[in-house]
Every structure is written in C-alpha cells, then in structure tokens.
C-alpha cells in the first residue's frame, strides 16, 4: 500500500472494524448503570459520614492512634431500603496526602474489601508519624445496587483524629 494513500482515506475494512467494536461496547447491562450520585453531593466539606436515601457510609478508627504505631480505619458502607451491596464493583479508597500520618498503600482494594449483600468494609492501614490533631481521608469508589439500577459512586471522607 502506498504511504500516501492511507492519509487520504482508511480502509474500508478498517472503518467495519471500528464500527463492529462500537457496537458491539454499547450493550446494556443487567441492571442499568447510573454513574450519577443518588443524591447530588453537598458544597460542604468532606467529613466522616455521608447519609443517602439508598446508602450510609462512615470512616472510624478501628482503635485510638499512637505515634509511630501501626493503627487503623476502616471504611463501612451500608446499603439502605431496595439497595445492596455490588459484589461486581472493584471497591476503593486513595487516601489523600496528610500530614503526620504514613498509609501503607496509596490504594486500598482487593483483600482490603469485605462485601455482603448488607454491609462492605474497607480495612485502612497506617502509622500516624507525629502526635496532635491529624485528618484521615480519601476518595472512596463504591457501588449499590437494587434490582432496578446500580449506582456507582465517589465520595470524599475526612475523619479528624488525635495521636497520642
């Protein structure tokens, strides 16, 4: 093939190629996917809870923090009304930089993530480097579904904490 001539004009096979894949990709799942928050999120800062009509959520230390200890948090979500948890979602939290406390991944998922059709829980792991006030925090990805729609969201948790 000359060099020119496929700057000019692709190929017909190349154009049934890319218009089969589209296709193909634009198949609808079980349950339809909202990508969506349930409710819009507030202007508010970002704290240890979130309250929705179709899930609760909460960031807590699982014990009180010391300096230069391993300690931790752990994320619960609870599902509320028609709604359960999405065994299917690749659950996550991606703590956000703060000072005076080290975490032991940049991402948290996989064998991190407990999932029942009831509740989910993330498992945080971190050392807290200095003593006084510090905030836990992060973006957490999750999903609920019912048998209607799934919801797939993001949410910011911040947890103020003091190191001993």
């Known amino acids: ?7 000019r004009r692709p ?6 190629a890319v218009f089969g894949l589209m296709v193909a990709c634009d198949r609808s799942p079980a349950a339809p996917v909202d990508p969506a928050p349930a409710a819009p999120p507030s202007a508010a800062p ?13 960031l807590r230390a ?25 065994a299917e979602y690749p659950y996550k939290f991606r703590p956000s930089r703060s000072p005076g406390v080290a975490y032991a991944s940049a991402q948290f998922s996989g064998a991190a993530v407990t999932v029942t059709p009831a509740r989910t829980t ?9 003593k ?22 993001k949410r910011e948790l911040a947890l103020p904490v003091e190191v001993e």
């Open 132 to 153: 006084g006030p510090a905030t836990l925090g992060g973006q957490l990805s999750f999903s609920v579904c019912s048998d209607a729609r799934c919801l797939v969201e």
């Open 122 to 130: 993330l498992r945080v792991e971190l050392t807290p480097a200095t």
């Open 1 to 7: 093939m000359n060099p020119s001539r496929a700057l």
């Open 11 to 16: 190929e017909p096979a190349l154009l049934l």
């Open 62 to 86: 699982t014990a009180p923090l010391r300096q230069g200890v391993a300690g931790g948090a752990e994320i619960v979500i609870e599902p509320r009304g028609e709604y359960h948890s999405n």
């Open 46 to 58: 970002p704290g240890p809870r979130i309250e929705d009509a179709a899930f609760r959520i909460e």
